[in-house]
């Protein structure tokens, strides 16, 4: 394995966003860890790409258990040593209805997954890389993350959470010669769209967000919303007084709960 190429650590890359990302990152030249709970196809995935064992290494973990996932990053640290970028993009998105008991444990995966999981993807590399000085953590948040939508209790407290975790974590590490990046999608044409039942204004391929995504962290930005449309939505959102808001969102589609969900 070439060690002297920069290394990309990404969770939640067997689909979507995360898998963009990754395509796009070994695009650049970067080794690639990838971690997700489904090694086969992952790993399948890396070798249609045309990933060997000397661009790339897969990792299992479930990053909705802490102690898993602190373990996919100590075997990364020891098989290929400390990342360059690290992009927690594992989560979820499913809907919630807080008169059903189910539900309440959809929110406790939701959290668990989308915000805990995102603090144990950096953990394991935090020390090496204010050792070294340099570094690049990557939340992945979500422009639900912006105001609360109905039927989308769990997720957007979740993303809320990930853009306010983030943040604390930059100002931890103010001066250490580590940034922390916010990514904030718009909607993005992934498995966790796909059974979207209302409108989806400037929904974008993966590869289109990639792109941005990739961009974005080379920069180091702060923040960043993706596509910008939906940044500059989601502020005039933010103003809104509560009582138009409440009404403009009155009788629109919820987000699916798990037991409307097809299979699999």
């Known amino acids: 394995m070439n060690a002297a190429a920069p290394l990309l650590y990404i969770t939640g890359a067997s689909s979507g966003i995360g898998q963009a990302l990754a395509a796009r990152y070994a695009q650049a030249g970067y080794r690639l860890a990838l971690v997700a709970r489904r090694v086969d196809a992952m790993q399948d995935w890396a070798n249609a790409q045309g990933l060997g064992p000397d661009r790339c290494r897969v990792f299992e973990?479930?990053?909705?258990?802490?102690?898993s996932a602190v373990a996919a990053g100590r075997r990364c640290l020891n098989d290929m040593g400390v990342?360059?970028?690290?992009?927690?993009?594992?989560g979820q998105s499913i809907g919630m209805d807080t008169t059903e008991r189910e539900d309440l444990d959809v929110m406790a995966h939701t959290l668990a997954l989308n915000n805990v999981g995102t603090a144990a993807a950096f953990h394991p590399f935090?020390?090496?890389?204010?050792?070294r000085g340099s570094?690049?953590?990557?939340g992945v948040a979500s422009v639900a993350a912006i105001r609360g939508l109905p039927g989308h209790g769990a997720y957007c407290a979740s993303k809320a959470g990930v853009v306010a975790y983030c943040e604390s974590l930059r100002g931890e590490l103010r001066g250490s010669?580590?940034?922390v990046v916010t990514i904030v999608p718009g909607y993005v044409?992934?498995?966790l769209t796909a059974h979207n039942t209302y409108t989806m204004p400037f929904l974008m391929t993966p590869e289109a967000f990639a792109e941005r995504a990739f961009a974005a962290i080379a920069a180091q930005t702060s923040y960043r919303v993706i596509p910008w449309q939906m940044g500059v939505a989601a502020k005039l959102?933010?103003?809104?007084?509560?009582?138009?808001?409440d009404r403009l969102l009155s009788g629109r589609g919820r987000k699916k709960r798990r037991s409307e969900l097809p299979p699999g």
Not at 83 to 90: G, I, L
Not at 135 to 138: D, E, F, S
């Open 237 to 245: 959102l933010r103003v809104l007084p509560n009582p138009l808001f």
């Open 83 to 90: 990342p360059d970028v690290v992009v927690a993009s594992a």
């Open 177 to 179: 010669g580590v940034a």
């Open 61 to 67: 973990a479930d990053m909705a258990n802490i102690d």
């Open 126 to 131: 935090l020390a090496g890389m204010k050792q």
């Open 189 to 191: 044409a992934t498995p």
């Open 135 to 138: 570094g690049t953590l990557v």
